[in-house]
């Protein structure tokens, strides 16, 4: 969705700080990024420029508002050493729209940057962390960060039977999920989702694709059902052994409730129902991936 505005290191986030410049406590409502030397300043997403010049403490600014998914967003660039846009003009994501400075209340060269969903306003009441939609850390995501690689991976890990809020933060039930996954898969168990990880990750999700995400009973018919019967034949839980296509004929009837029956009485010992839900579909993918 948003992509950094900048290189550099971040030096301050989002949230409650004691700001440099007085020493106190207070709200800070955006992420600083500082780097020394000419340093360009990109458009975060695509969008047409709201906002240009001096604007208060921010010093000089520009601001973009974009609409993504239909969703109203407004990034805000400030203590910009200059800028090279104009209001209405239309910019790329990536596009360069300035150069970071230290104008207005900065003690240094950096760019402060907001994400606001909806509208900028005084006062920033819609001003959001920007770490939870950008990647400012590292591409192995681990306990305590925060942002859209992590986002990926818990829809990833949900995709192969967790149940994980999809909150963007990698807090303790993200970390046992992956570790979790690690363990299922023969990998080092820690916590992280480093390269070997994701590889796996990645690897088992080709599998689900071939797998219906959809509950599955007796009586059902179709391509759906096709699927299930070739994954149960895969790991050989014939619903017919003796004919030519192994009971793979889309047609959930006697043999194909009995092959289920059968896989669960072996992997689901406390669910043997029949029926291809949730817990099953993880099982079946688990002995898939072995």
């Known amino acids: 969705m948003f992509i950094k505005p900048s290189e550099g290191r971040v030096t301050s986030s989002f949230g409650v700080r004691t700001a440099p410049n007085t020493g106190n406590r207070s709200f800070h409502s955006g992420t600083d990024i500082a780097k020394s030397g000419n340093v360009p300043i990109l458009a975060s997403a695509s969008g047409i420029v709201s906002r240009v010049g001096q604007l208060g ?5 520009v601001m973009i508002l974009h609409n993504i998914n239909g969703r109203t967003f407004e990034t805000n660039y400030a203590h910009l050493h200059s800028y090279n846009v104009r209001v209405g003009q239309k910019v790329d994501q990536g596009d360069q729209i300035g150069r970071m400075g ?3 209340n900065s003690t240094g060269q950096h760019l402060h940057f907001e994400i606001h969903d909806g509208r900028y306003a005084s006062g920033q009441p819609n001003a959001v962390d ?3 939609y950008v990647n400012f850390g590292s591409k192995y995501p681990r306990r305590g960060d925060k942002g859209p690689h992590v986002l ?3 829809k990833d890990l949900n995709q192969l039977g967790f149940n994980l809020e999809e909150d963007r933060l ?3 039930a993200t970390e046992r999920a992956v570790k979790d996954f690690q363990k299922q898969n023969g990998l080092a168990v820690d916590g992280i989702a480093g390269p070997n990880t994701q590889a796996k990750i990645a690897e088992n999700l080709k599998t689900t694709a071939s797998l219906p995400n959809k509950v599955l009973r007796y009586g059902d018919k179709g391509e759906a059902v096709k699927k ?3 994954a149960l034949v895969s790991v050989y839980f014939y619903p ?3 004919k030519s296509h192994k009971g793979v004929d889309g047609s959930f009837g006697p043999a194909t409730l009995d092959a289920v029956k059968r896989f669960q009485s072996v992997y689901t010992p406390y669910d043997v129902d029949g029926i291809f839900g949730p817990k099953t579909r993880a099982a079946l993918l688990e002995v898939m991936n072995k």
């Open 240 to 242: 017919e052994k003796n």
């Open 57 to 61: 403490t921010y010093g000089n600014v």
């Open 102 to 104: 230290s104008t207005g």
């Open 152 to 154: 990926q991976l818990q």
């Open 130 to 132: 920007p770490e939870l």
């Open 170 to 172: 990698f807090g303790p």
């Open 228 to 230: 299930m019967q070739e």
